[in-house]
Structures are given as C-alpha cells and as structure tokens.
C-alpha cells in the first residue's frame, strides 16, 4: 500500500484531486440501494432551507413595519400596525415549527442511510476479505484489517449521510440567502461575497492538511489495534517472559505517535473554526460600516440593514457548517482510500467461469441425495477415487525463493502417504497447494485426473478434509462447531462422534451437544478441541483425508482411542499424514521424505532404513532419542 502523506506535496494534491470524485463514486451504488430513502432526505433540504432564510426577512419588514419605511411590503402596509405584526409573528412562527420537525426527521433519515451504506460496506469488505487468498494475510497484520472492517467503515456512512447530503444542504442554504440578500441590496451582498471568497480558499488549505494529518493518524491507530492484538494473543508468551514493562514501553511510543498525529488533525480542524468566527466578526463590522453610510446617504433603510447584520451571521453558519462537514468528508476520503487498498486487493484463488460441473457429479460424488443412499447402505466412498498427482510443481511464498521444487510424484486411490522432512522441507506447503490456499507457481496438481484449478473451490474442500496439529474453534455450540454451517442432522452428528469414539466426552460436557464453547475453544482442553476436529472432518464423508500432525496434543489413552477411529476412518480413502514422529507411520503404503522443497526418498518404512538415506538417519536420531 502507497502512504500517499509521506510522497511529496504536489503529488499528494495531484492524487487527491484525481481521486476524491473517484472515492466518492465508490460510495454511490451503496447509496442507490437506498434510493428513496436518499431522494427524501434531499427533498426535506428545499423547505428547510428556505424556513431558515427568510426569519431575517420577517425579522427586517418587523422593524420596518414600526418605523413605517418605504421598504415595508406592500400587503403590510395597508395593515394596522398590530394586525402587520401578528402576520409576521405568525410567518416566523410558522418559519420555526417547519425547521425544527424537518430537520429533525432529515437528521433521523440521514443519520439512518448512513447506518445502511455503512452496514452494505462492511458486509462486502468482510466477505471480500475471507476471499483473498492466504499469502494476503501472510503480509497483512490482522490489527490493521481490524481497524479498516470496524474504524475506517465506520466513517464511510459520514461521507455520503452527514457529510455530502451536509454539504448539499449548506450550500443550498448560502445560494438562497444569497438570492434573498441581492434581491433587497446589491451592494452589501457583493460585500458579503467579497469576503465569501478568499476565507473558501483559506478553508480548503486548511482541509487540505487535515486530510494528511488524518491519514497519518489512521495510520498509527492501524499499528495501535496490531500491537494490541499481537499482546493479547500471545499473552501466555508476554507473561511468561515477563514482556510486560517491554511491550508497554513499546506501545507507548506508538500511542505517543498516534496522540501527535491527532494533535495535528485538531489543530487544523480549530483553525477552521476559529477562522469563521473571526471573518464573521469582520463581515457583520463590515456590513454596520457600509449600512451605516448608506442609511446615512438614505439609500437604506433600519430594517434592511437588520436584515443584512442577520445575514451576514446566518451566511457563515452554512460555511460552519459546511467546514465541519468537510472535514468529516476529508476524514471519510481517508477511510475510502484505506477501505479501496482492501477491496482493490485482486482475489488471487477464485473458480473459473464454466467449472466443470459434470465430472464432479460423475467422479467426486457430490449430489447429497446419492451420498445419503451410499451411507443408508453402509458404502463407503469408491476406491477408484482420490488420486492426486503433482506434476513437476515448483512453488514460491515470494519471487523466486522456491521453497517446492519441481515435484512430480502420483498418490493412487486409497493409498496412505506420509510426509516426512526436517523443518522447512516443504510439508506444509504441500498441504496448502493441494487443498488450493496457493497457485502452483509452475507445474499442475491434479485430483482424479482433474485440475483442481478447473474444481470450484467449495466442492475441492468437501471432497478433503484437513485436520490440523492445533484444532480451530469458533465461540458457539458443540453442535455447530462440528457442522461449521452445513446442513447435517443431528443424528448424523452423533454417528460421526460415535465413528471418531469422541461421542463419550462430549456427552460428559455441562450441556452436551449444546454446550456453549468461549472464542478458540478456551473453555476445553486442547486435546479436547483435536477430538472435535475429528468428528468435524468424519460428518464430511471425504475421499482425501490429510493428517498435520492431527494426535500430537493428545494424551496416550486418547490417542490410542482416535487411533482405533482412524482406521476405520481411513478405510478405503486416499490419506496423506505429516508425522514428526517417525514411529507412528510405519503402517503407511509409502513415505515420502522432503528436504528443502525436493522429494529426494520413497518407499515403505523398511525399505528407506535399508537405504541408508535420509530417512534412516532421521530415524536412528529419534531412537536415540529415546
């Protein structure tokens, strides 16, 4: 991401010019959706508009009214000077009552189409987010996607609510009393305007640093939320290395910045403010003096010039309200331009076009009336099914720092593989590229002769399931943690507890199936939380089962009771187990033994201690170590 604040001065206000209409347009889609909603809000700003700026008016033709002046309107002055006082108190009146219920309901219609673009945003920025592919979170800091999704959204509703139907508003409200000022004195609106134009220009520089400020403040707020984030979930990590009084020093520097920054966006806001309140005072002076000559020269009457000492308070009220307004906009510009870099991020793994449907219903099986007839009748999956073949993949996290290397090797239907490898042979990569987490940067990874890139992604990972070294639990039920949204019944969740032999400690929990479990699982133990991982990935039925690590976090009686599940589970399926452990996969058809991204052994576990190789001296080290 380009932090514009930091480039140049003319490029950062060549680039604003350029796309703050652009950012702005992002947000109109949005607020079509609510299309009537908007078109109200804007016809409520016509009679509220003109309520406002006709009191002066009322306010004039009363004190010309009592002094019997020329200026006095025709239907008042044939009028008792009482009957022509509670015309205009009743006018004013009527003035007040419009006003206030109007712009309390825009004010409540405004403030809710903001709600509703804000809510439209935010929907579409998480589902755009849970779509990019992993390596863009390999590079992005969660604290910093936090603060887009929930601050920076946050502003985007302003922009287009509070602050353009604002500014709409307030402008209409400056060329009505404009037209009502040269309509009953030519020259002191021209006064008025003379000083109207240079303070605009002073405004928008004035907006134009609060812009940078912003970004820059946003910025450090991103760094605030990451180093929160980072201590809270590694607090076992903070404590136990008594990274307290460190990290506390650490964050508060941040935070030092982050104050500095929003110092700035204050000073500039203030200078706004105070700078109307200063030209106010100079406009209404300005208008005494050159009324006063002219009332003086009887070219002007009291209540014209009562008029005008209003109107030169109301005019700058729309111009305070719109440099507020502004810099709700600058702000909201910000946020779009931070909301875009994520939106604007390309979605990397995404399904083709014209996937090709007819093998997967032919070959993978999908269709849920056929897989409900298959388990009625206790069939398990086609042995024909699950092969995987990587053909001469080579792969990259970054450039070409290849960390898989021209893999080319073929899984058969049912076979168990096992990957073995020091650290950072290429085992979970593997992983990542066969259940489609990355591209391939070279080379093809075919499933049952199909690319898997031709495979649409949500039929590739119900045909697998991946159970991992640490089990991932969303706070909710047993029940839906073992579902994670699809529809099963409940009597197909107990099956797949019994066929995993974790049924028992499940019904042990307070509440059984509908046990309430906290955010990760925090409430279980970790080997606990792997017992459900197994009956999540049973329920699912699949033809390709891999293994990372799946029994490290549990106990030895456990174990032996998921590995009495596995057998079963594996039965007829294609597997492919990482295991550091190299006892544990003796039993396995082949292993394939990696290092630094090459498969450079194959073979059973007796045929690799044979070898001499790699493989034998990885065991040998383990038994030893024993």
């Known amino acids: 991401m380009s932090v514009y604040p930091f480039k140049k001065k003319s490029q950062t206000k060549s680039r604003q010019n350029d796309n703050d209409w652009r950012l702005f347009l992002r947000l109109v889609p949005y607020a079509r959706r609510s299309g009537r909603l908007l078109a109200l809000s804007m016809c409520l700003l016509v009679p509220i508009s003109v309520a406002n700026s006709v009191q002066p008016l009322l306010i004039g033709q009363a004190i010309s009214l009592i002094r019997q002046e020329p200026s006095t309107y025709e239907f008042l002055k044939n009028r008792s000077l009482w009957e022509g006082l509670s015309i205009l ?13 109007l712009t309390g309901l825009q004010g409540y219609l405004v403030q809710k189409l903001g709600q509703k673009i804000t809510a439209a945003i935010r929907e579409d920025l998480f589902h755009h987010v849970t779509s990019l592919a ?69 405004i928008i520089y004035f907006q134009q640093q609060y812009r940078l400020a912003n970004y820059k403040s946003r910025e450090e707020l991103s760094k605030i939320n990451s180093q929160l984030q980072e201590n809270i979930v590694g607090i076992n990590i903070v404590q ?19 104050i500095k920054e929003v110092d700035a966006t204050i000073w500039y806001d203030s200078a706004v403010s105070g700078t109307l309140e200063w030209i106010s005072l100079i406009a209404i002076a300005g208008v005494l003096w050159v009324g006063g000559v002219l009332l003086l020269d009887q070219n002007l009457t009291f209540g014209i010039l009562a008029s005008f000492i209003l109107y030169a308070q109301q005019l700058f009220d729309p111009l305070r309200n719109f440099a507020e ?11 779009i331009e931070r909301v875009n870099d994520i939106l604007d991020e390309p979605i990397e793994i995404k399904d083709q076009s014209n996937p090709r449907f007819s093998i997967l219903d032919t070959q993978f099986g999908y ?45 058969h239907p049912g076979e168990k593989i096992a990957l073995v490898g020091p650290t950072g042979a290429g085992k979970s990569s593997i992983i990542r590229l066969l259940c489609r987490l990355y591209e391939p940067t070279q080379g093809r990874i075919l499933i ?7 495979i649409p992604q949500a039929e590739l990972r119900r045909y697998m399931a991946v159970i991992l070294q640490e089990a ?55 080997g ?23 029994t490290a976090s549990l106990d030895v009686g456990t174990e032996a009771l998921i590995q009495q599940a596995l057998n079963q589970l594996l039965t007829k399926r294609t597997a492919i187990i990482i295991a550091h452990r190299l006892s544990t996969i003796r039993d396995v058809d082949r292993i394939f033994v990696l290092k630094r991204g090459e498969l450079i052994e194959q073979g059973s576990h007796e045929q690799l201690i044979e070898t001499g190789g790699l493989y034998s001296t990885l065991h040998n080290l383990q038994m030893l170590g024993t």
């Open 134 to 202: 992993v390596r863009f979170f390999d590079r992005t800091p969660v604290g910093k996607l936090i603060t887009r999704l929930i601050n920076d959204v946050e502003s985007l509703g302003d922009v287009f609510a509070t602050g353009a139907i604002g500014i709409v508003s307030d402008l209409f409200s400056m060329l009505v009393i404009i037209g009502l000022m040269f309509s009953i004195q030519w020259q002191l609106a021209c006064l008025l305007l003379l000083i109207l134009f240079p303070i605009t220009l002073l």
């Open 367 to 411: 269709i849920d009336e056929i897989i409900r007839d298959l388990e009625a009748q206790n069939f398990t999956t086609s042995p024909e099914m699950g092969e995987i073949r990587f053909e001469h993949v080579w792969f990259a996290y970054k450039d070409d720092d290849y960390v898989i290397k021209d893999l080319d090797f073929i899984i």
């Open 240 to 258: 136990l290395f008594r990274r307290e009084k460190f990290n506390a020093e650490l964050f508060r520097a941040t935070n030092n910045k982050y």
């Open 448 to 454: 049952d002769g199909v690319d898997i890139r031709e």
């Open 325 to 335: 307004k502004f810099t709700v906009i600058q702000a909201g510009f910000t946020a």
């Open 528 to 550: 606990q939380k792997q017992l459900l991982a197994f009956a999540r990935a049973a329920i699912r039925n699949p033809q390709i089962l891999v293994l990372d690590e799946a």
């Open 89 to 101: 108190q009743g006018l004013f009146l009527a003035t007040i009552i419009v006003r206030l219920s």
């Open 472 to 526: 991932f639990l969303f706070a909710g039920d047993v029940k839906s943690n073992i579902t994670l949204g699809d529809s099963y019944t409940f009597e197909e969740i107990e099956q797949a507890a019994e066929k995993t032999n974790v049924a028992d400690f499940i019904e042990q929990l307070p509440q059984g199936y509908d046990t309430q479990l906290r955010e990760r699982g925090t409430n279980i133990s970790s």
